[in-house]
């Protein structure tokens, strides 16, 4: 499970930095503002990757899934791309948690 969801957090860390881009672009948006509220993002991701298989990983990673779908009021476009990383975000823990558990069987073998 690890390795799917820390490709899938990897990947969300680049959007969120593209995206923070754009909103620098938009009127009424402070940079410091945007660049901070980013950074956190990011660091997340960042963070999450080394936690995720620790008791409550899965559902900060949930969270952060939440916040990029509510990042479109901001940048319309991650409406989109947060819908689409929140279904990769279950396609890593489901199918990762049946590649784990196929392998404790194999190992138990």
Do not use: N
Not at 20 to 43: C, E, I, K, Y
Not at 56 to 75: C, N, R
């Amino acid at each position: 499970m690890r390795t799917l969801c820390a490709s899938t957090l990897i990947g969300e860390f680049l959007v969120i930095g593209f995206a923070a881009l754009v909103a620098t672009r938009l009127d009424g948006l402070p940079a410091s503002t945007v660049w901070t509220v980013a950074g956190v993002a990011m660091a997340l991701c960042l963070v999450l990757c080394g936690v995720i298989t620790r008791p409550g990983g899965v559902q900060l990673g949930w969270a952060l899934q939440l916040g990029l779908i509510a990042s479109g009021f901001v940048v319309p476009a991650m409406f989109l791309l947060g819908v689409v990383f929140a279904v990769l975000w279950w396609a890593s823990v489901h199918f990762g948690r049946k590649v784990d558990e196929a392998k404790a069987r194999a190992a138990a073998s």
